[in-house]
């Protein structure tokens, strides 16, 4: 449980400062190389690559060097703690609404589709 919590920590304080955001949501899209991730931010390579060091050391990036050029990958699952953690803070409200449409889904009947 303890790595669990320091897992999430690591990641929410990733994911605090918004350029960081930024960069995980631009490789969400794909890898990039580091700079073509900098290009939309007026900072220096050195102020890029540290938030870099700060995301892969929480676990959501991974960087491969390949000649000259570093690329940077979002890690598969790297938000899975995340997600889970957010999860487990839902009120037993939504937890018993989701059920319901879940159940709703899976009894109530389909009309039948009409075929030309």
Partial sequence: MVKYREDVDAV?????????????????KGPAIVSALGEPFAMTLPAL???LRILEEAGIVTSQKVG????VSL?????????LWLDGQRTPA???????GIHLSRTTPHPPKETP
């Fill in 49 to 51: 690559m540290q938030h």
């Fill in 75 to 83: 890690r598969p699952g790297a938000l899975d703690v995340l997600h």
């Fill in 68 to 71: 000259r050029s570093r690329t």
């Fill in 12 to 28: 929410l304080r990733a994911l605090a400062d918004p350029t960081r955001r930024a960069v995980v949501e631009r490789l969400a």
């Fill in 94 to 100: 939504e937890r018993q609404a989701d059920r319901l």
